[in-house]
């Protein structure tokens, strides 16, 4: 129902309520001009995502209509690769019809209920404004030219999510490690950035993928703990950073679970082929979660399943051989208690055992791994729109349940022929 919306939205937007404050460093180093990099870093972060976001405020003077615009496409006129890859990834749709779908049922003036979702789905002050115009004209925003939305917190997380705060732009030293001196400042477009080594570090992205510790646990877990399974792993000792793995050479993807090869590229897979004990096939399927770095899936709305199987001469399953395992932080809709956590940690490994009567039309075993990234909402999409209530919101509910159904896909698959009997 209705009201309890809000803890549902909790739960989409993987983000806490409170102010945000920059994780601990994670070991203190040896020289102390590195642990003072470490802490101006730190200054910077909590400084960067103080919650909710302030206003840009005044443009400075001789900044042309490009260089004050906070829109992704104008940004993109100079950075071409970034917005480019920014367009593909889910960070452009990280406002999309499943939260405008529950936003627009909401008072337009409930800019505190807004912001559960929005201060990591479109965290700019200005979004947020366009936000409230959009939910008071109950008019949803038109898609712009390149299939995305054209109002600006529609867009999601844009660019200047990450890189503007009181019009100065700020971003990663250039590739050869220099930043611009003052008189360089003067001449680049929007007076030139700030460089910091903030956007290379892990607690950067901390902001929206981490609960703090007194926010919504389950379990004596943390909702999002992202940032503290990578911190606890050896991806994080041995200097692996998160923009390393989803923003690889500085690419703007962020790709995650809904991408195949993503997925196939942190798993590793093991087969011990089906033989017969008498009657009964045995055989072992082994996931080892090998270059992910947290756990995997990290959050509560994936479902990934695990499965062995006979197969006829057809290349069709034989009903009643099936044997699988889901891989899931399970919760209720109500997020109100933990059902199971079956998820691998890094370097963790299912090891799922066949033992079944060998069918006696079977000639074969398939061995599978299949995701369902959007397992939660859709199930969460079917139950609001099951609601009477729901009405402002509801075509765009149907096409968010559209798309969440619409993603799954098979990891991993390899077929065993079966020991002649």
């Keep these: ?52 976001l302030a206003a840009q405020g005044r443009v400075p003077d001789g900044f042309s209509a490009v260089e004050a615009s906070l829109a992704p496409a104008d940004c993109g006129s100079c950075h071409v690769e970034q917005y480019r890859d920014w367009q593909t990834a889910l960070h452009a749709r990280a406002m999309g019809p499943g939260l405008m779908g529950q936003l627009v049922e909401m008072d337009p003036a409930a800019r505190e209920q807004h912001q559960e979702c929005i201060r990591c789905h479109a965290p700019l002050a200005e979004q947020a404004d366009a936000l409230v115009a959009e939910i008071a004209a109950a008019k949803p925003a038109s898609p712009g030219k390149t299939g995305l939305p054209s109002s600006l917190h529609a867009q999601g997380v844009v660019c200047a999510a990450c890189h503007v705060r009181s019009q ?18 003067a001449l680049l477009p929007h007076a030139g950035f700030v460089a910091t080594t903030a956007f290379e570090d892990s607690r950067f992205c901390s902001a929206c993928h981490q609960f703090q510790p007194d926010e919504y646990a389950l379990n004596g877990k943390l909702l999002e703990n992202t940032y503290e399974e990578w911190k606890s792993s050896r ?24 991408d195949p090869e993503m997925v196939r590229s942190g798993v590793d897979f093991a087969i011990e082929n089906g033989d017969l004990r008498g009657a009964v096939v045995h055989a072992v399927l082994h996931v080892r979660n ?7 899936p990290t959050y509560v709305t994936p479902r990934l399943i695990a499965e062995i199987e006979q197969l006829a001469s057809d ?33 963790g490994e299912l090891r799922l055992l066949y033992e079944r009567p060998r069918h006696r039309a079977a000639v074969a075993l398939v061995y599978r791994l299949r995701a369902e990234p959007d397992e939660f909402y859709a199930r969460f999409y079917r139950a609001l729109l099951a609601d009477d209530s729901i009405a402002k919101g509801r075509r765009l509910l149907r096409t968010a349940l559209e798309q969440a159904e619409s993603s799954a896909f098979v990891v991993y698959e390899e077929r065993r022929e079966l020991p002649e009997p």
């Design 235 to 258: 991806h994080a000792r041995e200097g692996r950073s998160c923009q390393s793995c989803h923003m690889p050479e500085r690419r703007h993807l962020w790709r995650g679970i809904h």
């Design 168 to 185: 100065q732009r700020s971003g990663p030293p250039r590739r050869d490690r220099s930043a611009p001196d003052a008189m360089q400042q």
């Design 1 to 52: 129902m209705l009201p309890a919306l809000p803890v549902f939205l909790l739960a989409l937007a993987g983000c806490g309520q409170g102010g945000t404050a920059v994780p601990p460093i994670i070991a203190a180093p040896a020289a102390a001009a590195a642990s003072s990099d470490q802490a101006a870093i730190a200054t910077f972060l909590d400084r960067h995502w103080a919650r909710p």
């Design 290 to 296: 090998s270059g992910t770095g947290h756990y995997f």
């Design 315 to 347: 290349g069709l399953a034989v009903p009643g051989t099936r044997v699988e395992h889901v891989i899931q932080r399970q919760v209720p809709l109500d997020l109100g208690s933990e059902i199971a956590d079956t998820r691998l940690p890094p370097d």
